[in-house]
Every structure is written in C-alpha cells, then in structure tokens.
C-alpha cells in the first residue's frame, strides 16, 4: 500500500522546520511575512497557507520547496530530514 503521509501522519516533512527556522530569526518573522516574501518569489501563498504547511496540514509542491530553501536559506536536504 502506498503511502503519501509522512511517518508521524503529517502531510508534508518541512513544515516543522519552515516553522522552527522562522520562529528562530531575531527579528520576529511571522507567517504573513513569509507568504509575502514568497509572493515575491513568484509563489501564490497567503498566511493561511503558511499555517497550514508548518502544522502539516498541506502538502508542499516541489516549487514551493525551491522557494522555501532560497528564502530560508537552507538546502532542500536541510528542509527534508
């Protein structure tokens, strides 16, 4: 049987490190200002979005993973262990 979730049942496996990595920036990064940030990446995301990506709730296409790592800057490897 195929499986699309990750092993503790989320949708997606960078959402917990999408919101560890925000929340860990000195200067407070709140969801709105990553939806906007990827806005300006090419990357129709809204706050909403956000939240539902980081409590694994969404699954994250490959495009938006490219985003996430650029404007995080973090590799892919990073985002996906």
Known sequence: MF???SK?????????????FRESQPARYSQRMLADEMQRNGVDMDKNIIQ???SGERFVTDI??????????MTYDDLLK
């Open 64 to 73: 938006e993973l490219k985003a996430f790592a650029k404007i995080l800057g």
């Open 8 to 20: 503790d049942g989320l949708n997606n496996i960078c959402g917990k490190k999408i919101r560890a």
């Open 3 to 5: 499986h699309t979730k």
């Open 52 to 54: 539902r990506i980081e």
